[in-house]
């Protein structure tokens, strides 16, 4: 089994920080906006699962799974939506939209690993 490779988009740097904790078995591209997002994605063509924020300057998480669903080179990465409070409509509408699951912030270090493990089917990278 290769390494399950896992890109974060997200615009905080803490929460970059606080999955590079929760998420150590794998390896992690990162991407601190939606554009910058979609950029990597190109750049990589062995991601595995995307974790995707939905409120984000210049292109928000629903704008960049709109994209990547509509590109064949992306469609069929895994994303997880990473929410908050108060953003249920755009949850839903990533859901419909094709995520495969969310988690709402603030999560614990289990519950994450849960859905990672379960969307790469619990193989994580050797070290
Ligand atoms: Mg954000």
């Known amino acids: 089994m290769p390494p399950r490779k896992v890109l974060i988009v997200d615009d905080s740097k803490l929460l970059h920080r606080m999955f590079e904790m929760m998420l150590r078995q794998y390896p992690l591209v990162h991407a601190y906006d939606g554009r910058e997002g979609l950029v990597r994605l190109g750049e990589n063509s062995d991601i595995d699962l995307v974790l995707l924020d939905v409120n984000m300057p210049h292109?928000?998480?629903?704008?960049?799974?709109?994209?990547?669903?509509?590109?064949?080179?992306?469609?069929?990465?895994?994303?997880?939506?990473?929410?908050?409070?108060?953003?249920?409509?755009?949850?839903?509408?990533?859901?419909?939209?094709?995520?495969?699951?969310?988690?709402?912030?603030?999560?614990?270090?289990?519950?994450?690993?849960?859905?990672?493990?379960?969307?790469?089917?619990?193989?994580?990278?050797?070290?």
């Open 59 to 127: 292109m928000n998480g629903i704008e960049v799974l709109t994209a990547m669903k509509a590109d064949p080179r992306f469609a069929n990465i895994p994303v997880v939506l990473i929410t908050t409070e108060g953003s249920e409509e755009q949850t839903d509408r990533g859901l419909a939209l094709g995520a495969s699951a969310y988690v709402k912030k603030p999560f614990r270090n289990e519950e994450l690993l849960a859905v990672v493990q379960r969307l790469t089917a619990g193989a994580p990278a050797a070290t």
